[in-house]
């Protein structure tokens, strides 16, 4: 019985790595899409004041309407995207409620400065990661388990020596009664023992078909933690590239763009392009964030590292 509860308890562990991981994808959505809506709020705001300043200049012959009707399609693209988000976030919250076991509709706001791409890579090797996996060791319990049943049918097969001891009170003159009974069990003979013997061999099997089935998750987690820190190693260099040298040079093209159609250098059309390259490349730097984020969930549910 102690072995059967052992089984269940790493099971549970199981159970809670996969909620966690759960909550760390729940978590890290919801941080993201508020960092995008945080874009989508300055997109709005330079979009308006381009607008504004089309009109202004339209009426005054001094600028064209062309780029006045794009920059109007792009707000609404901005409260399209900004709906998905809020269901994103929304979503979010649910899972997150539904995990922590509250009211699902409650409403509560996340840190959204959190955000951590540089997490380092932990050693791993087959004995550490069979230490750290809950399911991993919960075939463990199940294999000591099995050992624990093999011998418990074992026993079975060696003989039983019992003795029974009856006394009855006697009535009315009745006599008093006793008896006393021996009785032995012989198991070992061939046509008694059969049954046992099966469930032997059956149990014999079961442990190595455990034990092949524990190798089996030992390679596959050790080929899927690899896998995410080679893909983890690349796309944190992608995320870095964007940072450091994509958006830098795209803010600056835009803001001397934007200056120069101030000074009635540029055309706003030229603005225009400038802002979607920069709008473009930023949600293509929170994407790239994003998977960041999820890769690392998803390694921390792999090796199960708290």
């Known amino acids: 019985m102690r072995g059967m509860s052992a089984v269940e308890r790493e099971r549970k562990g199981a159970t809670a790595n996969e909620l966690y991981a759960g909550a760390g994808r729940a978590y890290y959505q919801w941080v993201v899409a508020e960092h995008r809506m945080g874009v989508l709020d300055e997109d709005a705001k330079l979009l308006d004041f381009m607008i504004k300043d089309a009109e202004l200049r339209y009426k005054n012959n001094l600028g ?69 996996r809950s399911d991993i060791r919960a075939v463990d319990a199940n294999i000591r388990l099995a050992g624990l049943e093999l011998e418990a049918e074992r026993t079975k097969l060696r003989p039983e020596w019992g003795l029974r001891y009856d006394h009855m009170f006697g009535f009315g003159g ?58 983890l190693v690349a796309k944190r260099r992608q995320v870095r590239v964007l940072e450091e040298e994509v958006l830098p040079a795209l803010r600056k093209n835009f803001q001397t763009l934007e200056l120069a159609y101030e000074q009635n250098e540029e055309e706003l059309l030229t603005v225009y392009d400038a802002w979607e390259a920069l709008d473009g490349t930023l949600m293509e730097y929170w994407d790239d964030v994003e998977k960041v984020l999820l890769m690392q969930v998803e390694l921390k549910k792999v090796i199960e590292s708290k």
């Not at 064209?64 to 976030?89: H, M, P, Q, S």
């Not at 455990?210 to 080679?230: I, S, T």
């Open 64 to 132: 064209k309407i062309g780029a006045y009707y794009k920059a109007k399609a792009a707000i609404g693209r901005l409260e399209d995207r900004r709906i998905g988000l809020e269901n994103d976030v929304e979503q979010a919250r649910i899972a997150l409620n539904t995990l922590m076991n509250r009211d699902k509709a409650m409403v509560f706001y996340v840190d959204t400065s959190a955000i951590a791409v540089d997490m380092a890579a932990p050693a791993m090797d087959s004995a550490g990661l069979r230490e750290r």
């Open 174 to 231: 009745t006599p008093m009664e006793y008896t006393l009974m021996a009785t032995v069990r012989l198991p070992m003979l061939s046509w008694s023992s059969r049954a046992t013997k099966a469930n032997v061999e059956s149990l014999k099997w079961k442990a190595r078909s455990l034990e092949d089935e524990r190798q089996a998750m030992v390679n596959e987690a050790m080929g899927a933690a690899y896998a995410l820190q080679r893909a």
